[in-house]
């Protein structure tokens, strides 16, 4: 099975060398309690809890799976007492506020903590995952009443919090939302209906559940303009914050699922359930999107957290299993085979893994100083501040969600790959992590979503292709100074500077020909978004390379040259190898949408 161990020093390194996080926390109001000794005390706590309790019960969680009997749901041998020790020792807590008997760091923070619990157990991090974004939801939208009652005991992890969009009859497409909310004379509502595919919906780990419900009013306006938010606990709460009964929510069935099979997802039945409205009436998608936000980067950091796995699973049995000799010659001839490292593909599946998870990384924490900033507006009520950093946030979530799980999924399966048959058993974890990997590509929206979103929505309407003129101007300032330079930074400067012009004429050439061809958004929009974050993270390698080389260059690296060396070499590979992947996106989302749409419906037939 895989042996997670955190990889605490690429995260100092991303932290403190690469995007200075300490004068980023020493820029926010009260975040000089963020000083290095404090983060590096909470990664190495988080460590230690991943590694020691989670990950020992990631194999054995996925193989018994959770209970349903009767409405009640058991997760697997283990969780409860795992979450009680995940619970009692504040981690919950460190990025809500102090108010509300939080810890007052900054919410990155509490992703940090997250990627390490996501790679040591998916299934666990699930349930305290899907409280963040409820009581981000609360923050913002609540009233002061709602606040008082639920957020001290979900800021604890005493309660915890989901999100309920989907419905039987609708996915992605929230505009067919059937379940309504009647108005009852003491202000509540009376929610009727079903939701589905709701993570962490019904468990044993927490007495009570605060579910984020989308629902209709009687007169509410068809489609998407017509939902509502509203609150709904699993058992009442007075206005103390104490338990009173139990709600009438009632979980149907649990999924029989691919991967995260120890992460319980319901099917919630409302009966007249008492709901109650957060922000205004019919106003409920515009508000949710601060829980699906904080969803889809916590998703993002799904694909890392795969990625990360993948690579720990698989690089000490290449270093280990023994299988014919190295072309180049014997490379350990006191054995009968030489060790998979030293053959060439094994090497090109174990760099892929690597690039992915460290390019990833930096993509996901470069991302969270915006969260930083736009959780500090909203706290402080702050709202030009809070939408200039929501806009550009806006850019990047498509990119990180959709990209970011994609390339988790493929590094995933290059787990199994490098294991050949091994990797196809329960053994060694290979096959656990690519299932459960795969989830992250379709919930929050599948990568089709996140790239409409991104080209329709961010890059098109809402910006007519300023964010991509905006980010590609920080591509060319970084690489500016190394253009004319020799060696690897001087490659990499030259090949970032062509990308930034590249995917600004792509952007422009689809702006104009969109308005004539109706389908060339949606037939262009994947290939898009992967372009997009291919490009990102080559900035991400070539910014970890040029601090890299800057330490090795001032002497500064001798207790880690090796590690240095690792950076700008890995960077070396993303860019001779990953990066030319965007020639193809870049040609098929230019390409005509004749060859997606002339076929008739009724030729993809069998007969």
């Not at 988080?46 to 409405?71: I, T, Y």
Request: net charge neutral; charged share 20%; aromatic share 8%.
């Amino acid at each position: 099975m895989i042996t997670y161990k955190a990889p605490l020093r690429d995260m100092r390194f991303l932290l403190n060398e690469v995007l200075d996080f300490p004068r980023h926390y020493a820029s926010l109001p009260g975040g000089n309690d963020a000083d290095v000794d404090t983060v590096n005390a909470i990664l190495e706590g988080a460590a230690q809890l991943c590694e020691d309790v989670l990950a020992p019960l990631n194999a054995s969680g996925d193989r018994e799976g959770c209970h349903f009997d009767q409405g009640v749901v058991t997760t697997p041998e283990g969780f409860k007492e795992a979450y009680r020790q995940y619970q009692s020792g504040g981690w919950q807590s460190i990025s809500f506020p102090v108010e509300y008997g939080g810890q007052g760091l900054p919410a990155s923070l509490n992703l940090f903590k997250s990627e390490m619990i996501g790679t040591a157990n998916w299934s666990f991090a699930m349930y305290p995952g899907l409280s963040v974004g409820c009581i981000n939801t609360l923050l913002r939208y609540g009233t002061t009443a709602q606040k008082h009652q639920y957020l001290p005991k979900l800021v604890s992890g005493e309660w915890s919090g989901t999100m309920c969009l989907t419905e039987p009859q609708c996915g992605s497409d929230l505009a067919q939302i059937t379940t309504k909310a009647v108005p009852q004379p003491d202000g509540s509502y009376a929610m009727t209906g079903t939701k589905i595919y709701i993570s962490a919906g019904e468990h044993d780990l927490t007495d009570n559940i605060i579910h984020i419900v989308l629902a209709r009013l009687p007169d509410a306006p068809e489609g998407t303009r017509g939902i509502s938010l509203f609150v709904v606990p699993k058992v009442l709460v007075d206005a103390q914050g104490q338990l009173t009964e139990r709600n009438g929510v009632l979980c149907g069935s649990i999924e029989h699922k691919m991967g995260i099979r120890a992460s319980a997802t319901a099917v919630l039945h409302f009966d007249a359930a008492k709901a109650f409205l957060i922000s205004e009436p019919n106003k409920g998608l515009e508000a949710m999107f601060t829980f699906m936000n904080t969803a889809r980067i916590g998703t993002a950091v799904q694909g890392v957290c795969h990625a990360e796995a993948a690579y720990q699973g698989a690089l000490p049995y290449a270093l280990e299993r023994r299988s014919m000799r190295a072309l180049s010659g014997k490379k350990e001839p006191a054995h009968k085979a030489d060790t998979l490292i030293w053959h060439p593909d094994v090497r090109r599946m174990l760099l892929t893994q690597k690039a992915i998870a460290e390019g990833g990384r930096y993509m996901v924490y470069d991302a969270l100083k915006l969260a930083d900033y736009m959780f500090h507006a909203s706290t402080v009520g702050d709202e030009a501040a809070y939408k200039a950093s929501d806009l550009r946030l806006g850019f990047f979530t498509p990119i990180l969600k959709g990209f970011l799980t994609e390339l988790g999924l493929e590094a995933a399966n290059l787990g199994i790959q490098v294991y050949g048959g091994h990797g196809y058993v329960q053994d060694h974890g290979m096959e656990q992590n690519a299932r459960d990997a795969r989830i992250s590509t379709l919930y929050e929206g599948t990568t089709g979503i996140q790239a409409l979103d991104l080209l329709g929505r961010k890059v098109l309407l809402a910006s007519k292709g300023q964010c991509v003129r905006d980010y590609t101007a920080e591509m060319l300032q970084f690489a500016k100074p190394y253009l004319l330079k020799t060696g690897p930074l001087g490659a990499m400067a030259r090949s970032l500077a062509r990308k930034a012009l590249e995917w600004n004429v792509m952007t422009l050439a689809i702006m104009l020909r969109a308005p004539k061809d109706r389908e060339l958004v949606g037939s262009a929009s994947v290939d898009y978004l992967m372009y997009s974050g291919y490009v990102m993270m080559a900035l991400a390698w070539a910014q970890q390379a040029a601090t890299a080389q800057n330490h090795l260059d001032k002497g500064q690296g001798a207790e880690s040259p090796d590690f240095y060396r690792a950076k700008i070499q890995t960077a070396e590979f993303y860019f001779a190898r990953l990066l030319p992947r965007t020639h193809g996106h870049r040609k098929a989302a230019l390409a005509s949408t004749q060859s997606v749409m002339q076929m008739d419906k009724d030729h993809f037939s069998f007969s």
